[in-house]
């Protein structure tokens, strides 16, 4: 079951925008973090079932703190959040083991569908 | 921040924060439209937003600029209700790239001079860039857009590559940077979307209308 | 009729709207285009320039343009006046731009062509004008000039060699003192035909000042430059003009340099072959002198 979210993201805004587009309903508890490396030490703190992760960042980018991350948890589910979906940065994000790949802008939608996909796996493995 | 006489056209930082956002997706968008339609790949880094007067314009897009010696220009203005000047600005000796990136060069007569191959090169890369980004900020703020047809200019200085005559110089401007970089051949530079007060307005509104979605 | 082009294409790039001038230019009426593919019809448009730039427009709402100056034409349509023309096709500048539904979605573009032959037939011909000398027909200071600046950067792209021939008439004060100035204008005009006579189609030769002449020649070594010197001092030395039942004899001096390690600009190059021709002079004239 999903109960933290970790929000990764430099931009108040987008932070603003995917906390806007998170179901109310479930009560998860939503942390965030404004770069790579404040997100990593959030992770170690808080232990969230889910990240959502920015790739374009100040200190340390999405893809090195995804890197981190599964070498930290190798069942970390980490969703890539990105408006540059371009094929070599999804062969990238899977290669570096990140769950999925959401697009930019989010969507109450999109969001709804790649936590449920997230619940799904995780039940899964039980 | 840069603050004016008249306050309902400043520019707040949330507002700023906002537009960096949407360039970051806009951005973000085109490069990957790029390299899905047009198999143009592009690394387009975080965009930066600067609200300045126009007078101080042409000195900051010089010092950005300044590790370039010669430059080459591409510039385009843009009307909707958002309107401006972009500028993409690639360092001496790109034009040579760019050409065997784009270009067998079989289109063109042997005796054309080797100026103008390179002119015309940067004239459709640059169309089709300059469009995509602008595009798809005019789209994620609902706007149309039409372009003037791109000048060029091949190998001038740094200095002076914004005219002092663009903005009226007491009017406030908003520049919008952006470093991209094709991953194949090592070519890279700048973007600069710029865009006066006269947008100040609409682009209030339509900022915050783009966030009042998500509340 | 208005005098432009207007075609319509749909996603497809499939042909929705054909109008009259165009009906009229590609001889072919309307319902006989709609629904086929452009590139049915017009097979030079299969090209990644053109498709791109309809990608672009469909994906970005961006526009494009096509200059006459790059594309000469997107279709190929007979000139309208045949009469003074260089030109096999109309000479086309085109904009490419999208047409949105009411909510601002993009399901066709249009593509606007303007007939600009005739600007271009006479742009060409004030440019040609403007680089020629008028006397002997040949290029001016000016073009070579121009000239001198491309081939410049394309020896630097490419490392071809580059060289240069400056000669002028000996005594030719005196030719224009004895014989007057209309016989001083026919041996000009005479010595530039001989020499251009004696070039390869690429070779740029220029009138460079009064009796001064200059040739640049690409892709030549110095050697091959001084034989070729030689070669023009012969031509001239054996040959006496005629002019008015009087043979005139004349000669030239001639200075040859090329492009090295040490002479690399436009000025220099030049600067080299007049030193040439000076040291010609001042050991007895007609003579080549190779400036290394």
Known sequence: ?126 | MVRNKNTKEMITAEETDILQEIMNIAFGRAASDLAEYIDIFVILSVPYVKLLHAADLPPYISKEIKDYDKVSVVEQNFWGKFKGNAFLIFPSGTGKKMISLFDGGDEFIESDPIYEMEKETFREVGNILIGACVGKIAELLGDVITYSPPRVVIEKSHRGIVSNSLFDPDNLAIVLRTLFEFNEKNISGFLFIVTSQESFAWLKTALHKFLEQYE | ?292
């Open chain 1, 1 to 126: 079951m999903i109960k933290r979210i970790l929000i990764v993201d430099d931009s108040p805004i987008s932070i603003k925008i995917m906390k806007s587009c998170i179901p109310k309903d479930k009560d998860y508890e939503l942390f965030d973090a404004a770069d790579g490396q404040i997100g990593l030490e959030k992770y170690k703190d808080i232990k969230p079932d889910l990240t959502f992760m920015d790739l374009t960042m100040p200190v340390m980018n999405g893809f090195q703190a995804l890197e981190e991350i599964m070498k930290l948890d190798q069942r970390a589910i980490v969703i890539i959040v990105t408006a540059d979906v371009q094929v070599k940065a999804v062969a990238k994000a899977h290669d570096l083991g990140a769950f999925s790949l959401l697009k930019k802008p989010p969507t109450k939608e999109s969001i709804a569908a790649a936590i449920k996909e997230a619940a799904d796996a995780l039940a899964k493995r039980g």
């Open chain 3, 1 to 292: 009729m208005v005098d432009i082009g207007l075609v319509v294409l749909d996603k497809d790039l499939r042909i929705r709207h054909w109008n009259r001038w165009m009906q009229l230019h590609s001889d072919t009426d309307a319902d006989k285009m709609i629904g086929s593919l452009v590139f049915e019809s017009f097979p030079n448009l299969k090209q990644p320039r053109f498709i791109n730039n309809c990608k672009a427009v469909l994906t970005f709402g961006s526009f494009s343009f096509f200059s006459q100056k790059l594309h000469h034409y997107l279709f190929p349509f007979k000139p309208v006046s045949s009469f003074d023309s260089q030109f096999d096709f109309m000479q086309q500048n085109c904009t490419m731009g999208p047409l949105r539904n009411e909510d601002g979605s993009i399901e066709y573009i249009f593509i606007a062509i303007h007939d600009v032959t005739e600007t271009v037939n006479y742009e060409q011909k004030l440019m040609e004008m403007n680089l020629r000398d008028t006397l002997t027909e040949i290029h001016n200071r000016r073009s070579l000039e121009i000239s001198l600046k491309e081939e410049i950067e394309r020896h630097k792209r490419y490392g071809h060699p580059l060289s240069m021939i400056m000669f002028d008439i000996d005594y030719f004060k005196r030719v224009n003192d004895t014989y007057g100035h209309q016989c001083g204008d026919f041996i000009l005009k005479q010595i530039a035909e001989t020499i251009e006579n004696n070039l390869r189609s690429h070779d740029i030769f220029a009138r460079y000042g009064g009796e001064e002449f200059c040739c640049l020649l690409p892709e030549t070594s110095i050697e091959q430059a001084a034989n070729l010197a030689e070669r023009f001092r012969q031509k001239i030395s054996q040959k006496p003009y005629r002019y008015q039942d009087t043979n005139i004899d004349v000669t030239i001096s001639l200075g040859v340099s090329t492009l090295n390690e040490e002479t690399i600009t436009a000025e220099m190059l030049l600067k080299k072959a007049d030193t040439g021709l000076y040291a010609a002079k001042d050991a007895g004239r007609d003579r080549v002198v190779v400036e290394k």
